[in-house]
């Protein structure tokens, strides 16, 4: 490994070149030993460290490393999707990505990403800041524990993000060099674009669903053009539209929590996108916890309470969202759309309100789309999510998996017509209980 080279703060950043190999929990004392920014974390020799790799996601290798001073967390990229194999290479770059997504998390939407010690491209690897006591969002969800704030933070951090890395409020040159950087991160993009919006509707080779059980629902939903059309929109906007600096894949893995504190990780599907894709994708996660609720909690009165809180949790979302990105539009907007220019100095005030309203309308609108198509790519693709795929009866997770299929495609068909959260909340209990169906 080349040495290190300091940078603002405690962070290093490697800039020699050096052969990839990837970390075993025997390798990483000595070859990460010797990096201030780690070894003064972690404290005491690096012989003595606990190293163990408790990667449980698709893609990269992930090392908790403790010592007598604390802990940090060491991610390094594997040349391949790890939920597949080597059959199926992916560039280590993708490090590259989620490091620059990160440290831009971290100006625009302050204390929510996990603070970087340590960038090391040739290696692939990111040392970070260890998140105790912090576990995923899905297992806290499929626990039915409640997480104080958590719609009320995540609607922050997205409209933050959105807002803040996007023409609304960056300096033109700034923000076009930001949409080249990321424009580079095409083989995670090609993962979406296939894996999202094309594999779930027709039979691609990887995808897999409960069978028989959902056979029916899953060939009607493939025989539903109108349905094909949309999801395809929704794929061109995804495409073309390089409007801000998304998370790329904000799903209830992505965020670790406690019972009062909300972090967000694995931001390397980093890209330039909608303004609504992230907290789209994150509305469909908490639509798919609340319909497998039943199986995990199976008190029927604690169940029907938490999935209150959930849907509680998806308005909350979406009004932080929009209260906050409404103030930044009103304190912000200093970029090179919508210029005060026109409006205020004007004394068109009412006007930039208007227009805040209607692009506020259109990010809803947006945002119901990819919320169904996630909830239909997470039962009928390769990537699953545990709350449905842990439960282990076949007879109960098909029923509850087609309550949130069903409920993706009146999202996806009808999202030019639902104008409000409320009905939102609405249909997704109508599928619950089946009324009106
Ligand atoms: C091959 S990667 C499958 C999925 O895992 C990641 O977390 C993304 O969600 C991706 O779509
Ligand atoms: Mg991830």
């Known amino acids: 490994m080349?040495?290190?080279s300091t940078s603002p703060g405690a962070l290093t950043v490697e800039t020699c070149v050096s052969r990839y190999?990837?970390?075993?929990?025997?390798?990483?004392p000595a070859r990460l030993g010797d990096l201030a920014s780690v070894?003064?974390?972690?404290g005491g020799a690096p012989e003595t460290w606990r190293v163990e790799e408790v990667g449980d996601g698709n893609l990269n290798l992930v090392f908790i490393v403790e010592g007598s001073a604390g802990s940090v967390v060491v991610k390094q990229a594997l040349p391949y999707v790890r939920l597949v194999g080597d059959s199926w290479p992916l560039p280590l770059k993708r490090a590259y990505f989620e490091y620059n997504a990160l440290i831009r998390q971290e100006n625009v939407a302050p204390g929510i990403v996990p603070g970087v010690k340590h960038f090391d491209e040739d290696q692939a690897l990111i040392v970070m800041e260890h998140l105790v006591p912090h576990i995923i969002l899905r297992g806290q969800t499929m626990a039915g524990r409640e997480v104080a704030g958590l719609g009320q933070i995540m609607g922050r951090f997205c409209a933050e993000t959105a807002f803040r890395c996007s023409d609304l409020a960056m300096e033109a040159g700034a923000k076009k060099g930001d949409v080249a950087l990321f424009s580079g991160n095409v083989e995670l993009c090609e993962i979406t674009e296939n894996l999202v919006f094309t594999d779930p509707y027709f039979d691609a080779e990887?995808?897999?669903h409960t069978a028989p059980q959902l056979d029916g629902v899953v060939a009607e939903l493939r025989a539903d053009t109108a349905l094909k059309i949309e999801a395809q929109h929704m794929k061109r906007a995804f495409t073309a539209r390089a409007e801000t600096l998304c998370h790329g894949d904000l799903h209830a893995g992505s965020i670790m929590v406690t019972d009062t504190a909300v972090r967000v990780i694995d931001p390397e599907f980093a890209f330039y996108g909608p303004l609504s894709f992230d907290i789209g994708m994150l509305m469909g996660n908490y639509l798919m916890a609340y319909h497998a609720m039943s199986a995990h909690l199976r008190d029927r009165t604690d169940c029907a309470a938490y999935q209150t809180w959930l849907l509680g949790v998806t308005r909350e979302t979406w009004e932080s969202f929009a209260g906050r990105f409404r103030q930044l539009w009103q304190t912000e907007r200093k970029g090179?759309?919508?210029p005060s220019a026109l409006y205020e100095d004007q004394g068109h005030g009412d006007a930039a309100e208007r227009a805040c309203d209607e692009l506020l309308a259109e990010i809803f609108s947006d945002l119901l789309g990819f919320a169904g198509i996630e909830m239909h790519r997470r039962i009928l693709g390769l990537a699953h999510v545990a709350e449905f795929d842990s439960i282990e009866d076949p007879d109960i997770r098909a029923p509850l998996e087609e309550r949130s299929l069903r409920l993706g495609r009146d999202l996806v068909l009808g999202r030019r017509d639902i104008t409000d959260i409320e009905t939102v909340l609405d249909m997704a209990r109508a599928r619950e209980t089946g009324e009106g169906q």
């Open 336 to 338: 090179i759309l919508y």
């Open 2 to 4: 080349g040495r290190a």
């Open 39 to 42: 070894a003064d974390a972690v």
């Open 206 to 208: 990887m995808n897999r």
């Open 21 to 28: 190999e990837p970390l075993t929990p025997d390798t990483l």
